[in-house]
């Protein structure tokens, strides 16, 4: 079979895999976040953190909640990097540097999970499980959280309230994620990821000389960093390291995990909102530009440039060849298309637009399918642009869902997609422009550029993969690239929940003859078509410098 073949089978079986557990998957979720009774270990945990479940929240309080557990999660996760040394199980590690811990709490509290050191030649077992692990689950359940806060502000009227932080937290953990991640657990342990306790020991001989590694807890870890498009790997090779990612089969399900609940989202959110054809536009929007970017990625991969590349198949520099140029690019679309990080190959080694293809997924805001919970709430924000825009051509105030965007509604997607590309330029312009941050640039050039480009976009948008020809861990880089994914993550979570709050305020105001239909494929075109230009515009001058030049140069 050739290499190609293979590819499209991948990509096939994929697409078949995901569109059989939507219905199901997203049904479940709409019931989750709908329903009005609470589990008894929901109770106990309600219990524990002082939170009754039951009283609604505006804008203000959820945001408050998200906040406040969050801050208490970054201090946490440093704390426990920090007193390392004198841990059960730290395996012999000594305790993380204050630079490296903090940029190590904000990167797993944010759900980027950057990692700027070896996992397995720093991370000790107590930090891994009950801080880095636990950090997947919590994060991904607060990102949910907040995209379930805008569906009720689209959904409800007159009201202002948008549900109980808390208990939208406590059961996207107790009733999806774990669920979830325990199935996904056991199907990799049986793959063939470890899943264990053990210490240091030699495997053998590398090179003439004695090569150690250590066990863990990978499997459960893997299951929830791709459920919870996480990203961040127990060991520094990530999803290509054998512990991590075995089999061609383990990578197609680890690709499959990693979009599955963004995808299954949209329809929850056509449940909540009473319309599931509204659900299937959003959908359609986020499944074209997936499907567009892959394709696009498997050619750029496969282009056969010389000799050397026709008798590898492909580009196969920084790529495992148990996955092959196909299962590699289909993941690293995935990974940069929602806001995971995990990596099955070296994304600096692809081809110039190859590389291209993944900075670009993230600067789209990680919205096709997105992150988990983030690319629903990105995807309604430039739905609400593109229904603004809609508006303005045919000279009437726009609506969406019932509900009026007005100047006030406006500002705040404004604010929402101004705020990440603010972050990624201005850094990456200081890093350039500053002697000390170029010292750890490997690469001069085009491609060095795209290294500072690559991992500021990846922050700030809380993805947590890299250009690793960049050497992250000095003081300069872990201290803006966690500044970086703070504001990332938390100013746009700031400008959702005000948008939601003033939806939810509103009176429903009835369809008419004027009104834009967005559950039908014109919208859906629209859609497409707004956060492609919206996205060129803001990016192309840093793409030319980067990518572009150096894939028009190759």
């Not at 000790?124 to 359940?141: K, P, R, Y």
């Amino acid at each position: 079979m050739s290499p190609v073949l293979a590819g499209v089978l991948q990509l096939l079986a994929l697409t078949a895999a995901l569109a059989l557990v939507h219905r199901p998957l997203g049904d479940h979720m709409a019931r989750v976040y709908s329903s009005d009774k609470h589990l008894r270990v929901e109770k106990w945990i309600y219990k524990g953190i002082g939170a009754d479940p039951d009283t609604g929240m505006r804008w203000p309080a959820y945001l408050r909640g998200v906040l406040a557990f969050s801050a208490a999660g970054v201090l946490f996760l440093y704390l426990l990097q920090r007193v390392q040394g004198v841990l059960p199980g730290s395996l012999g590690f000594s305790s993380i540097d204050p630079d490296q811990a903090f940029n190590t709490a904000v990167s797993f509290v944010t759900n980027t999970n950057w990692q700027s050191y070896y996992g397995e030649q720093a991370m000790g077992h107590v930090v891994q499980t009950a801080g880095l692990a636990v950090q997947n689950f919590v994060s991904a359940a607060v990102g949910m959280a907040v995209a379930v806060a805008l569906v009720r502000g689209f959904a409800r009227s007159r009201d202002g309230a948008l549900g109980n932080f808390w208990a939208d937290l406590v059961r996207g953990v107790v009733r999806i994620l774990v669920p979830l991640a325990v199935v996904a657990a056991i199907v990799l342990a049986a793959c063939g990821v470890i899943q264990n306790f053990s210490g240091i020991h030699e495997v053998g001989q590398f090179t003439g000389a004695p090569q150690q590694w250590n066990g863990g807890a990978v499997a459960s870890q893997e299951a929830i960093k791709e459920l919870g498009t996480n990203g961040g790997g127990y060991f520094n090779a990530n999803s290509a390291h054998p512990f991590e990612n075995p089999t061609p089969f383990s990578n197609l399900f680890e690709i499959f995990l990693l979009l599955v609940v963004p995808f299954s989202l949209t329809r929850t959110f056509g449940r909540m909102v009473g319309s599931l054809r509204q659900g299937y536009a959003i959908l359609a929007t986020m499944a074209t530009i997936w499907l567009g970017f892959t394709a696009l990625m498997m050619w750029t991969e496969f282009a056969h440039h010389g000799p050397a590349f026709e008798l590898a198949g492909g580009a196969m520099e920084g790529k495992e060849t148990r996955f092959g140029v196909g299962g590699s690019s289909i993941f690293a679309v995935a990974t940069t298309l929602t806001s995971t990080g995990a990596v099955n190959s070296f994304h600096s080694s692809f081809t110039g637009l190859g590389g291209g293809i993944t900075l670009l997924g993230m600067q789209l805001g990680e919205i096709a399918p997105g992150g988990t919970g983030s690319g629903l709430y990105g995807m309604l924000i430039m739905a609400v642009i593109a229904v603004f825009l809609a508006g303005l051509m045919v000279g009437r105030t726009p609506e969406y869902l019932g509900k009026k965007i007005g100047t006030r509604e406006i500002k705040f997607a404004a604010l929402y997609i101004l705020i990440t590309p603010a972050l990624v330029l201005v850094l990456t312009a200081a890093a350039m422009a500053l002697p000390t941050p170029g010292d750890s640039m490997t690469n001069s050039g085009a491609h060095g550029f795209s290294e500072i480009l690559y991992a500021y976009t990846s922050a700030a948008n809380n993805n947590g993969s890299a250009f690793a020809g960049l050497n992250a861990d000095t003081q300069w880089f872990n201290t803006t690239l966690g500044l970086a994914m703070l504001l990332g993550r938390f100013l746009p979570m700031v400008f959702v929940l005000a948008l939601a709050g003033s939806l939810a305020a509103q009176q429903p105001v009835p369809a008419t003859a004027g009104t834009l239909r967005t559950e039908k494929p014109l919208f859906s075109g629209l859609l497409v078509g707004a956060i492609l230009i919206i996205t060129g515009l803001t990016y192309f001058p840093a793409l030319a410098l980067g990518p572009l030049a150096e894939g028009l140069a190759s």
